[in-house]
């Protein structure tokens, strides 16, 4: 009897559109074809096949990459902006720092305007008969 395997975590599947390719593969690759396959035909002539394969193939690589590289579920650019914004933007050694509240409230020991008048007591006058 034939078993088909079926992952647990479904949100990892992705869904195919042609030639058992994703979107964003499909989108990449031909990027890559449009960049190189020209890049090839016009280089060949005046550098040789050989340095214009290599031409090509140095021209075609950054696309590959993007289409086929993933961590932890997010794209390269997702991934470059991560390790660009840790290396370079935030600082380095970040201190842990917290607010202390306890000392805000110690701050304020009376009230500047009372919320709600305190009842006065009235003097009651007794009725002398």
Known sequence: MAYVPVPKDLSKIKTKLALNL????????????????????????????SPALFLMIGLMLPFFFCAMYERDGLPLEKVLRNILRTRFLYPMVRPYKTENFYALL????????????????????????
């Open 22 to 49: 994703t979107k964003r593969q499909l989108i990449c690759f031909s990027l890559a074809a449009a960049v190189g396959i020209p890049s090839y035909l016009f280089s060949r002539g005046a550098i040789g096949n």
């Open 106 to 129: 110690s701050g304020f020991k009376k009230e500047a305007k009372p919320i709600a008048e305190p009842e006065k007591k009235k003097k009651h006058h007794s009725k002398k008969a």
